[in-house]
């Protein structure tokens, strides 16, 4: 039986590749896997300016709320 392809939706939007491990690391430590996406390579993050070094990260859609609650909770780590 062939297995549909999971839907990854943005659930937050880190500035700095140190930021997006954190939240990163916090959603897996919960059971969430999670991916980050980004405008810049990862290694060239410290030097982008204007929006280029913000990473997002994505969960499958079924996992989306989930995440973002623990993200909220966790807003002060």
Same mark, same amino acid.
């Given at each position: 039986?062939?297995?549909?392809?999971?839907?990854?939706?943005?659930?937050?939007?880190?500035?700095?590749?140190?930021?997006? /491990?954190?939240?990163?690391?916090?959603?897996?430590?919960?059971?969430?896997?999670?991916?980050? /996406?980004?405008?810049? %390579?990862?290694?060239? /993050?410290?030097?982008?300016?204007? +929006?280029? +070094?913000?990473?997002?990260?994505?969960?499958?859609?079924? /996992?989306?709320?989930?995440?973002?609650?623990?993200?909220? %909770?966790? %807003?002060?780590?």
């Amino acid at each position: 039986m062939k297995k549909e392809p999971e839907n990854f939706i943005k659930v937050y939007t880190a500035h700095g590749e140190m930021e997006a /491990q954190v939240i990163r690391g916090l959603l897996e430590s919960c059971g969430i896997r999670s991916l980050m /996406q980004g405008n810049a %390579a990862l290694s060239m /993050q410290p030097f982008v300016m204007d +929006g280029m +070094g913000e990473i997002k990260i994505m969960v499958t859609e079924a /996992q989306a709320d989930e995440a973002r609650k623990i993200i909220e %909770a966790n %807003a002060d780590v």
